[in-house]
C-alpha cells in the first residue's frame, strides 16, 4: 500500500536510459474513465516529458479492464513496438466481480510478459473505493501513469 501523502509521479530523468528512439503502445481501458484518462495522461506526458516523441506513442482502446491482455496481445503482434502499457481501473463493488476482473487481469498481462519479448507494463488500479482510484490517478498520491511510463522506458531498455 503507498504511504500517505508519497507521490508516485517522482522521477529523476537523468537516471533513465536514453527514450527518444523507443516507441511505446498504450492500451487504455474505457471503464472508469475519469480515472483511466487520467492515468493515460499521466504516462503520456511523462513519456514526452522523457524524449518519447509524440508520434511514437500509439494508443489503442477497449472496453475494460478484462479486454487489456487481448488489446495488448494485438497491439505487440501487429506493431514493432519497445514496450506496452496496459492502462486500466478496478473498483471494488459488492460482488465478487472485483476479485475476477483484477486477478485474471494481472494473470493477462503477466503471461504476455512471459511469452513476448515485448515488456508489457500493468498499470491497472486495484482499489476499494473510487477516492483511492482519484488518489493515485493524478490526487495526492501522484499518478500511477506516470510511474508506468518510467517502468516502461527501463524495461526496454532491457529488450
Not at 506526458?45 to 489503442?60: A, M
Not at 495488448?72 to 481501473?89: P, Q, Y
Not at 498499470?123 to 473505493?129: A, Q
Request: hydrophobic letters at 40%; one cysteine or more; aromatic letters at 6%.
Amino acid at each position: 500500500m503507498a504511504t500517505k501523502g508519497k507521490n508516485l509521479s517522482e522521477y529523476d530523468k537523468s537516471g533513465l536510459p536514453p527514450a527518444n528512439h523507443l516507441r511505446i503502445g498504450l492500451v487504455v481501458s474505457e471503464w472508469n474513465p475519469e480515472i483511466t484518462e487520467n492515468l493515460y495522461k499521466g504516462a503520456y506526458q511523462t513519456l514526452v516529458d522523457c524524449g518519447v516523441h509524440e508520434d511514437r506513442i500509439i494508443r489503442w482502446d477497449v472496453p475494460g479492464s478484462f479486454e487489456l491482455t487481448f488489446g495488448c496481445k494485438k497491439m505487440i503482434e501487429s506493431l514493432d513496438l519497445d514496450a506496452v502499457i496496459a492502462i486500466g481501473s478496478v473498483i471494488r463493488g459488492e460482488t465478487k466481480h472485483f476479485d475476477f476482473v483484477a486477478g485474471a487481469t494481472a494473470q493477462g498481462i503477466k503471461d504476455l510478459n512471459v511469452k513476448y519479448n515485448t515488456p508489457t507494463i500493468f498499470c491497472v488500479l486495484t482499489d476499494d473505493t473510487l477516492q483511492q482510484a482519484i488518489d493515485r490517478s493524478g490526487g495526492v498520491h501522484g499518478n500511477k501513469g506516470a510511474e508506468a511510463a518510467i517502468v516502461a522506458i527501463k524495461m526496454a531498455s532491457l529488450s
